[in-house]
């Protein structure tokens, strides 16, 4: 009788790329959590409306390439990229920004690119930075963060969020209170020493941007859960973290009105903590081995810091990350690692000379 | 780098996983005796190099333990009859390969006597010569009983510049499901132990390590309790596959890598496994060749799990049959382990030197693998590799077909072991790539020497042709000198220059060739040794 012909292994671990998305989604509900607590549910509807967009566009570019759509669904990766995105774009974003970011991420960079493992750049990133250049005004209105400003009024509920985004679905228009981040108001600060600051605006907190500082806990606390899972490995993480920390120490200039902020200020503002653990650890678009993820996670430490301090932009993460996204095949190509038995370390390739 | 190391130091290896060991379930009873069967079929084949000479006509009747093939050459192990009954057959029968194919057998139809011919022990080996005890462990037809299959023999003969300073016994076993080792250390430690004696006698090694994995400790207190006054080391290392691979156990032992494309042997270091010490025993001291070894027989589509002491040339069908097995067309039967034993066609196949498990799975035990998806390069296979190699771009390459960048990231270090493709979170069957790479690598290697011979012989011919005429050119010069009439029929017959200049060059062609092959064998990288496949 002829029996079952399979090649080994014939084991393989539990857990498929699906189930380390599905690990990615659950680690990015704390911060939602609180981004909601603070914004409003302006955030929850970007984060439906995405997911919405992103599923739909995925299975119609599967359907054209002819490929079975649930298959493809299944491995959660669209929905990451439209969750990353929502959450980096601004609550009660107008409904046709989000449509363009995910066309933009899931249409351009990643299946214009060859899909699923073939695209160099962060979609997410490609989707957010396309907007910020377009659309700088709808980009950088940011809610108030609930408690800032004494006698606010409350943020949002869910039915005021929709009728934010969506006003043709509303008789009279809803509009969220928004006031500058606490990013935009550093840079442009030029008189005041930081002390100073941090006690006359109100976009600042304890050691952060106020509120922005538990953003920021919520998701370094989903990234060492995604560690403790072992779903990605610590080095690119931290050493973004480590890097960016360590410039804001060398420009401190001990919190004078030139200083560029503390490391505690750089790490708790802004995109700081999503992006370092749910951006920079997205495997495909970074380097490959754990010494290249290290150089990788540094660049782009320092290049947040130049461009938050230097840069004309509030924000630095999307355009940190995808200059390091050019420059991942390089470092790959430096940091192959000496396979067992050889001597040399360096770049197999390179010892062949020209022709 | 060579300071002294502390007394059973381990050093740790790149990459490794921890599979479930699945190994208790084939523990805990003593070894069983297979029932001889009413036919043996043995391939000629069952070990690294060439396959073996008949010496037996079909009719004839053989004993147990007699000669029945003879080696042919240096790389290759003599076979023997398992037990007593007529030789009824030489032909083409199916053998247990990946592929599925037939090789030539001898078939003996058995008489139920099992009655042993002559037994040849060596009462005293230490008193014999060097050449002759290696010999008798060659024609007792010991291959490496770990995996590849080795001939043992060879490995005893290193190169007089290479002194060996380190004997290397693997006890390590740590592909999951297979405890076949652990079996016969725990019954049998003192057997071994006098085969590792034997090992010691011939190569006269400075320090003897039996290496083995921590989850054995009951294996590595026997070996140390029948150690009694021996100098040997009994070293455990925390378990982890695949550290039973020869390269990674001897890194894990001694803190050096083999070279790439090199032997143990150029670090001063022999490996051998504790089976195949077990039978060099049995050679030795009883006279016994090798006619059977201990198959670990698993998985829950069999009713009795255990290990069982088997001739060889029995076929699985009847062995299992005997264990209730009950295939049926989606039944799985691996030779070898879960991480690199492979699926045989039928089960209708004999048992070899190599066969150290037979595993039926149940389909909910190992379900067949998912579709891959696309590789999102999370370098998980990266940290598993063991040979640190980076697996995804060797995937990118296979796919690709582009050998130059394959060879240039080390295709050819990688021993298969498939850790890669059990943590890879996309399923892609990451080894099933390289396998067909570096098959299609060896072609090429060979065809490139086809290619390579041909133009040698053109440019042969071509240089005869011209030598032939510059020749002609000369005799003609020299007739005319000679105004001789008669040289037109000289002509004719060769001149001895170009029959000398023929041989040179056709000396010059067969070392190419041969350099060729060489080159050739590397590709297939386990072919070198015994121990690679990490069965053991
Ligand atoms: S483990 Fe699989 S998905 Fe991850 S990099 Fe390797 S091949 Fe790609
Ligand atoms: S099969 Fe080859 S590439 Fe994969 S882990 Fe083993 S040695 Fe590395």
Redesign the pocket.
Known sequence: MALLHVTSPHMSRAGDTGSVMRHVLLALIPGIVVMTALFGWGTIVNIIWACLLALGMEAMVMRLRKRPPMFYLRDCSALVTAVLLAVALPPYAPWWLVVVGIGFSILVAKHLYGGMGYNPFNPAMVGYVVLLISFPVEMTQWAAPAGSIPDQAPTLGPLSALAASFPFLSSTPVDAFTMATPLDVFKQNDSLMVDELFASSPQFGRFGGYGWEWVNIAFLLGGAYLLYKRIFTWHAPISMLAALALMALIFNDSGSSASGGSPAFHLFTGATMLGAFFIVTDPVSSAVSNIGRLYYGAGIGVLIYLIRSFGNYPDAVAFAVLLMNFAAPLIDHYTQPRTYGHKDHKSHNEDRGPK | MNAPHKKGQTWDIH?GIHPPENKTQSLGKPIMQAAVPAQLILPLSQSIGAPAEPCVEPGEHVLKGQLIAQAAGFVSVPLHAPSSGRVTAIEDRPIAHSSGMSAPCIVIDTDGEDRWGERTPIADYTAVERTELINHIRNAGIAGMGGAGFPTAVKLNPPADKPITTLIINATECEPYITADHALILERAGDILQGVDVLTHLLQPARILIGLEDNKPDAAAALRDSLRDRPYQVIEFPTKY?SGGEKQLIEILTGKQVPSGGLPADLGIVCQNIGTCYAIKRAVVDGEPLISRITTLTGNALKTLGNTEVLLGTTMQTLLEAHGWQPTPQSRLIMGGPMMGFTVHSANVPIVKTTNCLLAPTAEELPPPHLAQACIRCGM?AE??????L?QQ?YWYSRAREYEQLEAHN?A?????????YVCPSNIP??QY?RASKAELRERAEEHIKAEHSRQRFEFRQERLEAAEREKEAKKAARKAAAAKRAAQKEASTPDGDNSAATAKQAEIEAAVARAKAKKVGIGQPAHSDDNEVGN
């Not at chain 2, 598993?384 to 190699?389: F, Q």
Request: hydrophobic share 40%.
């Open positions: 990459g695949p296979c598993a590799c063991p040979a640190s190699l697996p060797l295709i270090d990688c021993i298969e072991c498939g850790a890669c493709s990451l080894v390289y």
